[in-house]
C-alpha cells in the first residue's frame, strides 16, 4: 500500500516536472525586452509555436554570425543577448530593428508571394489593449 501511495506520487511530480519544461518555451510570448526600458507603445504578441512549428528552422531567427560570415544558431539566448538598444561597434543592429527588421522582412516576403503572412502596420503588431506585461524574464 506504501509502495502504490508512493509511486503515485512519483508519477505526480514527475507530470508537473515535464508541464514545467514545456512551458520553458511559451507558446504564445509577449515580446517585452528590458533592455528597451520603458515601451512607449503596446507590447507585441508573438506565437511562437506556429512560427516555430512550421514556418521557419530555429536559426532563421535565433542566429549568431561567426566573423567569417558563417551562420550558427544562438537558441536560447535573447535577441538582447547580442542587439542593444543602441547599435554598437560589434553589432550595427540595434534591438528594435533587430526585431522589426526580422519580423516585418519575413511577413513582407510572404505576402509578396501571395502567401499567408504576419502583420506589417504599426498597430496590428502593437495592438492597444492586447497584452498586459508579463513578469519580466530578463
Ligand atoms: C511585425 C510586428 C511589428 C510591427 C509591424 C511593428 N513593430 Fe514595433 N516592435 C515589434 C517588436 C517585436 C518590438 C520589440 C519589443 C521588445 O523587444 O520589447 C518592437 C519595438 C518597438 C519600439 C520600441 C519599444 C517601445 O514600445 O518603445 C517602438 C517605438 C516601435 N516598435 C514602434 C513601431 C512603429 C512606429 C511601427 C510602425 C512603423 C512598428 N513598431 C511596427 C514588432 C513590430
Ligand atoms: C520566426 C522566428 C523564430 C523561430 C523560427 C524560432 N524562434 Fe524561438 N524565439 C523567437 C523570438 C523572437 C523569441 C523571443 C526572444 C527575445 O525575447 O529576446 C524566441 C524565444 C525563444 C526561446 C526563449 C524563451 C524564453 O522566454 O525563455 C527559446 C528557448 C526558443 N525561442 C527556442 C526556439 C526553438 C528550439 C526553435 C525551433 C524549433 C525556435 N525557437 C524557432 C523567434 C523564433
Ligand atoms: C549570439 C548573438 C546574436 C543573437 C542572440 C541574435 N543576433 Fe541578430 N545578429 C547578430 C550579429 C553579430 C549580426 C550582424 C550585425 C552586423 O552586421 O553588425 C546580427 C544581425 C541581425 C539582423 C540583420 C541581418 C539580417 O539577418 O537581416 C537582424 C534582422 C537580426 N540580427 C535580428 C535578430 C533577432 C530578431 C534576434 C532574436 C530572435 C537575434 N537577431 C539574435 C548576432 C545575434
Ligand atoms: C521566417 C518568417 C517569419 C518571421 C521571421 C516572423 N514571422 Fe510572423 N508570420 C509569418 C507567416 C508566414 C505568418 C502567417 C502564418 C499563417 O497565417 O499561417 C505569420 C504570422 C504572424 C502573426 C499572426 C498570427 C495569427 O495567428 O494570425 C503574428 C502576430 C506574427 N506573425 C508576429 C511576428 C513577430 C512579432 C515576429 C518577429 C518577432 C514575426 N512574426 C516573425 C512568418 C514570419
Known sequence: MKRVKLTAILILVLAFAAAGLAL????NMVIN?????????PLVKFPHAK???KLADCTTCHHDFAPNGN?????????????SA????????????????QCKECHRYAAGKGQPAGPVMCGDCHVIGAAAAPPDKK
Not at 24 to 27: S, W
Not at 71 to 83: I, K, T
Request: hydrophobic letters at 25%; proline letters at 2%; aromatic letters at 4%.
Open 33 to 41: 525586452s528590458k533592455a528597451l526600458g520603458q515601451h512607449t507603445r
Open 24 to 27: 520553458a518555451q511559451d507558446d
Open 71 to 83: 551562420r550558427g544558431s544562438s537558441e536560447g539566448q535573447f535577441c538582447s543577448d547580442c542587439h
Open 86 to 101: 543602441q547599435p554598437t561597434a560589434k553589432n550595427s543592429v540595434s534591438l528594435v530593428m533587430a526585431f522589426h527588421k
Open 51 to 53: 512560427h516555430s512549428d
